[in-house]
């Protein structure tokens, strides 16, 4: 019967496929096909004159005359295309930032810096604007707070745009290096059992129905109900990581990671991307500083080559010239200091800064900046004490007081990196974890040192504030389309 059943459906398949295949069972592709509009950068880099096009966009700038009325017009791209239209045809809903569809010849421009332009025939406002309730104006520049006041509408701005096209530059060029490097990508859970860093800046998870936790828990410990235990919204997929690299070599993952700070400065957010990476049969720093550096390296590399014209536009903005500033990171290599020497620049100064340096302790980040102030550029540290470190880092051969990690470094930001070889040796981590109560939580992460797991070491670096160092916008709120904080989660 089962063989019947497969000749059945090779038969119907062989039909649907074929040349020959019935009306009733062909597939209308045309359903799926475009109404033939054309972005603004294919317009400009491939349509001849002569030709006919249909534009869709937002008008980016509009100057009405007696005979004509003159436009630009962009589509969510760096570019526009100044659209040209009788007066007597341009809708009166047509104005600034309305979202408008074009239909028109293309013709030479007289003007130097664009070789063509759209002669429009027909113009269709398919979304009105209202001006008077609208909050930025033409040809205006606004401070960042207010601008980010209206984050459900800062997209439209030309400076939000451009960041958001430069930030994706970024995350895709992290992806593709560490591809080309041989990494897979892969998927780690939001939702944890474990607080990954065991510093408690966790989100606690559990259904908002009371109804439902009790009926799940029997009226017992309502944060515990759906999944038997409490659970947070993940600080790092790192411990996940480690768990897949136990049988694949090098992986990484860029995903949200949600911290539970009382903090509300420019460099922190309560969700955030974090990029991940774990390699294993590392029994060195030096890997996971190579590829820390070559994906900073490689991100500032394809801004210059794939973003000028955003660079310029969020350059002149914050009145940074960015394209020599990426130039000269790309001509220097990292710097590599120790823990120790870093805080022997940091005491020698002491006097420079609000709050002194403490031997033993964590650098905040006034010191910080010192640091790369002072040594000219990125600088990665390394070797930090053990006790300010999380159980996971791999103690120092020669030193036990002494981990084996990495903090980076970098101007404008501070901390932009944190990597560490793993704490492979089996009785050395239980310990760790019976010291902080966490042997029966994790037994599993104890189990990947049983059963063959190798060295491995590996970082997490914040997408945003990648973004931030690479694009020098000073709070990172200004990259995030819709950034969550204490007291602010709007929409």
């Known amino acids: 019967m089962a063989a ?4 059945i459906l090779q038969s119907v398949l062989n039909r649907i496929f074929s040349n020959k295949t019935s009306a009733g069972l062909r597939f209308n592709f045309s359903r799926f096909k475009s109404d033939g509009a054309v972005s603004v950068k294919s317009l400009l880099q491939d349509h001849v004159v002569g030709s006919n096009v249909l534009v869709k966009g937002w008008v980016k700038s509009l100057r009405k005359q007696k005979e004509n009325t003159f436009m630009h017009i962009g589509d969510g791209s760096a ?3 100044q659209v040209i239209i009788p007066s007597s045809l341009c809708h009166e809903d047509c104005c600034f930032n309305s979202a408008v569809v074009v239909r028109g ?4 421009s007289p003007k130097v810096n664009q070789p063509i332009e759209v002669k429009a025939e027909n113009l269709e406002v398919v979304g009105r604007l209202d001006v008077e309730g609208f909050p930025f104006g033409p040809r205006k520049i606004y401070p960042p707070e207010y601008v980010r006041q209206h984050i459900h509408l800062r997209p439209k701005t030309t400076i939000y745009s451009a960041i958001l096209r430069l930030s994706s530059l970024i995350t895709t060029t992290l992806h593709n290096t560490l591809i080309q490097d041989g990494f897979i990508s892969v998927s780690v859970p939001i939702l944890t059992s474990n607080d990954c860093e065991g510093a408690g800046e966790v989100f606690l998870v559990r259904p908002a129905s009371e109804e439902l936790c009790r009926e799940m828990g029997n009226n017992e410990k309502l ?4 999944f038997n235990k409490r659970v947070y919204l993940t600080v790092s997929g790192q411990l996940h990581l480690e768990a897949i690299a136990g049988g694949i070599s090098k992986v990484f993952t860029m995903g949200p990671t949600f911290r539970s700070e009382n903090s509300r400065t420019r460099r922190h957010l309560a969700e955030f991307r974090m990029l ?4 294993a049969f590392c029994s060195d720093l030096q890997p996971i500083l190579s590829t820390i550096e070559s994906l900073v390296k490689q991100s500032a ?3 210059l080559e794939h973003g000028k014209q955003d660079l310029a536009t969020v350059g002149a903005y914050y009145k940074e010239n960015l394209e020599e500033s990426l130039d000269d990171l790309l001509k220097k290599g990292f710097s590599t200091i120790t823990y120790r020497q870093a805080l022997e620049l940091l005491l020698e100064n002491k006097n420079s800064f609000n709050k002194s340096p403490q031997d033993g ?3 905040g980040s006034e010191h910080e900046l010192f640091l790369v ?7 990665f540290v390394v070797d930090w004490p053990a006790k300010i470190k999380p159980f996971y880092m791999r103690t120092a051969e020669d030193d036990h007081s002494l981990v084996s990690c990495v903090d980076l470094l970098v101007p404008g930001v501070g901390e932009l990196c944190g990597g560490s070889l793993r704490e492979n040796r089996h009785s050395i981590l239980k310990k760790q974890l019976e010291i902080q109560s966490l042997a029966e939580t994790l037994n599993w992460y104890l189990d990947l040192r049983r059963f063959g797991g190798p060295p491995t070491g590996g970082f997490g670096m914040g997408v945003e504030r990648l973004i931030s160092y690479l694009l020098k916008i000073p709070n990172v709120k200004d990259i995030v389309p819709f950034p969550r904080t204490p007291h602010h989660c709007p929409m």
């Open 4 to 7: 019947f059943k497969n000749i």
């Open 276 to 279: 991940e990476a774990e390699i």
């Open 373 to 379: 102030k002072h040594i000219g550029g990125p600088v």
């Open 79 to 81: 570019e526009q295309i």
């Open 301 to 303: 590399r394809s801004l």
């Open 361 to 363: 302790a964590d650098i």
């Open 105 to 108: 010849k293309v013709v030479q």
């Open 223 to 226: 944060e515990e109900s759906y």
